[in-house]
């Protein structure tokens, strides 16, 4: 007999639940990590921002995302909403805001 659909539903549901709060967890350890970044870039006069780095994790992004089946288009949109947000905090954080 196949299941309820309201009871998979429930369980796909709980599912995306804990993954969503495990990407959350995911991306405060991830600001907490570029915090750090954002002020030892502005103690030492660096530039908030490295094009060459992230075309290297662009590219990396995109090839695991190829591998797991997930859009690289996405992943790339993704990163780059991430990283902007980043340069903003270390933008602020060189301003001393
Ligand atoms: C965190 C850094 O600063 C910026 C943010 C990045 C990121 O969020 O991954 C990558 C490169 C930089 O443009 C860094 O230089 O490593």
């Known amino acids: 007999m196949t299941e309820d659909p309201t009871v998979t539903l429930h369980n796909l549901r709980s599912s995306i639940d804990n993954i969503d709060a495990a990407l959350i967890f ?4 991830r600001f907490r990590c570029t915090k750090q970044v954002g002020i030892l870039k502005a103690e ?3 530039p908030a921002s490295d094009p060459s780095r992230e075309e290297q994790q662009i590219g990396r992004l995109r090839r695991l995302a190829e591998e797991s089946s997930l859009d690289p288009e996405f992943a790339e949109k ?3 909403f991430v990283v902007a947000e980043v340069i903003r905090h270390h933008a602020a954080a060189a301003d001393g805001r």
Do not use: P, V
Not at 26 to 29: C, H, N, S, T, V
């Open 44 to 46: 030492h006069g660096m």
């Open 26 to 29: 995911m991306l405060a350890e």
């Open 78 to 80: 993704w990163f780059n």
